[in-house]
């Protein structure tokens, strides 16, 4: 094979020698693809049905911003998103394991981004937008506390006369107030869809935050992707992590109606399955179960009612959900793992010992802000010290909280092992 007059991109010497005569330049061509926001969002309008929410109907953004060239106004969205501090704390904030019992489990990172993966697949099948859905769904978990849920109980119980917490609400919080990124505002400037759909329960426990936003009785079709995708995920991947933990056993499950059905189809897939393979296709065929369901009953709903547009299709209710019979069965698994996962011993000492450290957190900083970050010893100077401390405390990870407590407390109370 000759080595020689080369234009192979591997073979850069050969490569950068050789030199185009001018009789044998290629004809200046157009780029294969050319990328620009109009082509999207007409390609939107061709394709998308009426019922599903279009990048040119968006309301907009707080603060006015020429548009992007580039991107539609969800897809800049979910790249603030992805490139914000909130986004990547995540990684070390505890979904139900604390981050230290193992790096197999999954973290508030993973969590989110199997909840993106499932909103987009769902979301492409029904013909809804799937930009919108990738950004709500990597932003859902923005305002989540450490220490998963006791963080947040705790928090609730701290903020209680002070405005409140709720870690929706706290989502908007970050996206529209903490997040610092941009000289030209405060927050992400996220557009009024994306916000809007953040705030599930009003704008009464985000610190001042919303108040532009208008109530709505029914979440918008793609937030009701988003969601069942959170369900979807979170019920799955806390039966893997409990059977990897040991909390849960393959024999528990069989008592679950979801499971048997999965584990019939598993074994009818693969007839000599068994052990740690035949439970990991099982709980393969739980996923593809369950989001079968959901796709086939919603898309039911939607040929059934037909709606023209998307405020027509929310003024229907909840149309994105499972079957009655599938809705039974995925209610069972989620009593199932409230009592066999949530509940046990090993997690819930572990909660005792993260709730002591954020409610001490929040009571040290209550009594002398000045321990805080300089931003949030600002704040609470202007939006009051509960508030401050309760946003400081709010986007800690779990291991910075741990560090910050033995600090300020000289106590090692750790959370790893019991
Ligand atoms: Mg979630």
Known sequence: MSRGRSSCWSCSRAASAWKPSPGRLPARTAPIITIDSNRIEHDEAARLPLYALRSTGSRGRRHPEPPDPLRTVWRRDRDRIVHCGAFRRLEYKTQVFVFHEGDHYRTRLTHTLEVAQVARSVAVVLGLNESFVEALALAHDLGHPPFGHAGEDVLRLCMKESGGFEHNAQALRVVDFLERGYPQFRGLNLSYEIRASLLKHGPGAAGGVGSDIEPAPFPLLEAQVVDVADSIAYNNHDLDDGLRSGLLT????????????????????????????????????????????????????????????????????????????MQELVSELQRFLLGHLYRAHAVTTMRQKTMRIVRELFEIYLHDPEQMAPDFREMAGTAGVYRAAADYVAGMTDRFAEQEHERLTGLRLTTQGN
Do not use: M
Request: hydrophobic share 40%.
């Open 250 to 325: 393959p024999s528990d499950l069989e008592e679950l109606g979801l499971w048997r059905r999965a584990q019939e189809r598993a074994r009818a897939l693969y007839p000599t399955l068994e052990g740690a393979l035949l439970t990991r296709s099982t709980r393969a065929q739980v996923i593809k179960i369950t989001i079968d369901d959901l796709i086939t009953h919603t898309s039911a709903n939607l040929e059934r009612l037909a709606p023209r547009n998307p405020e027509a299709a929310r003024a229907h209710g909840r149309l994105v959900g499972f079957s009655p019979p």
